[in-house]
């Protein structure tokens, strides 16, 4: 074969080739266009963060599957977008005088969407398997419960071990399901097919990949606007931005660095509000140095708060006073901290007879708080610049939980606490009372406190969590450092309201 | 070739108890997973409890007979996050990276022989030195910038493809893309440098000068020399693409055993772990085999040997 035949060949070839590639890309530029008809989409498309664990909202009961859960289980009560406690399955609650028995009415005529009706039995039956099991997840959220028993067919009622002025804000986690259903079929088979009475039922589940839901046909409430949503976690933020700019995604939770760059794109809108979360440094006050009350207090006044929200965050947070974030209940405008004093931090410093002792600091690299290892290192700076020597130790998210645990800490470390209740009691029964995970200082003022709110309700409660409040801050156990927002790209068209705790609830979205 | 084979066999289990006892070790050496199953809120007590429930409480020894005697058998436990069969999960996972490694290993290898062929053939400088430049551009450009940087031009750009996910043979393109051209340029470097090297050797010049065609030559005397580092290599980047491609998946959110695995090891979700070792181990026992046979067949020298 003459070379020039060979070679127009391989060109004919090559060409061929090329065309094939192109062929693709165009015909996949036909996919996901399905709702350019004019009608305003019908379907949502969110990310979530992280994986969602077991779909059997029994056993399951970290935080992102209430994203899904809320979609398709009742839970007793809600919490609204901005914190308030709404009937959901059900309708009013009351309690005895001394907050120890709680007594729920149910809707009536309440029916999971393959019919079976939802009565205080199926209530009672979802709290007692919960409670049978210490190990659980869900366990936590009700180790104030003695006993749970339908009273007639419309009434449950709780019998606490002790006083508990918030427990129907715990009731909001948990989600009900039909009894009958979950014994016939069994745990396992259950979390691949689950049935509850939300607004939305299961289509499909493909763990790890999309979570996909169908609007009921047999809700008790308002039918929601969204016929579809599809879950989808997607781990890396990079990619949840845009996957919203390029329209694969409708919402997806962002980094505080990529609010910008959305921004001025166009293309999507950006949601920000302030979270229901602190983040804040814990404080082992027992430990070398910091046993003495005014390194602690030198510590919180050489931290120039604003330096990391207005600087480093780009006012994507809110300077904390105290260990709770004004969503929470709890929260007090009556509680300040010792503000940012350079000068005083280093009087102080020089009292304690301070020698440069260095202060082990721990934090995560990645994970929960956004910006940690820079968030860190503005902290490091801003102490040294008083004298504090800081030995930063970093890890990963796993590794420094598992420490947070096992309380492990040696100096200070870098925190955060989010109550999904939307109320002070478990993040300070945390940090306060005597099992706590975040409790160096084992201050029996802080433990008794923090078990007298649950005694008291209103105004009365809201006393004793500002008392705890100030009382923290005084003696230097926690320096509550911001209130950061959840940040989210969006479809432009999108109508909605983000909520505190950052979890998704769509059954009041529409697109505009 | 049968005893071959028996050796490889002894070779492969030796490979994946290796690999089961130092993932038992080191995964037990970094803390028990009961605290980061439970909410913030649980107690240290409820915390031991789980602990105790997953097995934890018993000796190490019992612990790891315990995970060998589910090697043996295949069962591998639960999932601690999701409670689902951990073999399950993994196998659920497999097509999706499959499929991915698959098509990236395919479409890299034919490309760049196609290339490589074609600079031998045409003797085109200038071919080779676009060859060369784009390949270096592409190796010096890490695998996740390159995959945003598809992103940012065929999906946020022109809103040709879509950005992650694996709802249909367009979300293959990009991330079969990225990989593609990575592996590409691995090969068609081997290739060219082979068949540069024996363009001048003499049974090359002999063939030529004794008349028969340039192609002829290359196809029938040059190519398959030139195959067997390519095969070598190949082996290895097949085995490791099958074991997952972390960067790829988390960019896409492709749904393959990478990301399982790496949540996984950072979960403390062991049996997941176990699981997932134990495929990725075969598998690149398993192609590597596959790879010596095809060597040993091609190449006289060691089937001799």
New interface residues.
Partial sequence: MPQHALRSRLLAAGALAATGTLLLTSCAGGFDDAAADGEAPTEIVAAIPTDPTSMDPIRSGALVVLSVFFHTFDQLVAITADGELAPKLATEWTSNDDLTQWDFTLREGVEASNGEAITAEDVAFSYQTILDDPTGENFAYLSSVASVEAIDELTVRFTLNSPFSAFPRNTSLISVVPADTYQEVGADAFAQEPIGSGPYVFDSIRTGVSYDLVRSESYWGEAPEIERISLQPVSSDESRVNGVLSGSLDVAPIGPTQVATVDGQGAAQVFSALSNGVVFLGVNSTSGVLADARIREAISLAIDKEAITDGLLSGLAEPATAMLAPAVEGYSDDVTDPGFDPERARELLAEAGYAGEAIPFDYATDGRIPLSSEVAQTIQASLADVGITIDLRGADQQAHTLKVRGREMQGIYLNTWAPSTVDGDLPLTDFYETAGNNNYAQDPLTAELAAEQRGVTGDARLDVFAELLSYSNEQGYFVPLYVPMNNYAADPDLDWTPRADGLFDFSQTVFK | MLPFIARRLALAVATVLAVVTIAFVLGRA???PG?????????????D??NA?LGFDRPIVVQYLDTLVGLVTGDFGDSY????SALG?VL??VPATVELAFWAFAIGLV?AV?AAL?IQ??GSRVLRAVAGWAGAMRQSVPDFFFA?LL??V???LL?????????????L?LPVLTLATGQFVMYLRLLDASLSEQAGQDFVRTAIAQGQ?R?TVLFTRMLPNAALPVLGMAGLNLGGLLGGTVVVE????W?GLG??LT?AV???DFPIVQAGLVFVALAFVIVNTAVDVLVRRIDTRTAAA
């Fill in positions: 970094t803390g028990e605290g980061l199953l439970l909410p913030d809120n649980a107690t240290q007590a409820e915390v409890a789980l429930a996050r999701l409670r689902e999960l659920e996972r490309l196609a074609a053939l045409t945003l992103v940012l065929f999906s946020v809103g040709a493809l879509p950005s992650l996910g694996r709802t249909s043979y367009a979300s393109v065609r192609s988390v960019v896409f959110a749904p990301k399982l949540d950072s979960q403390r």
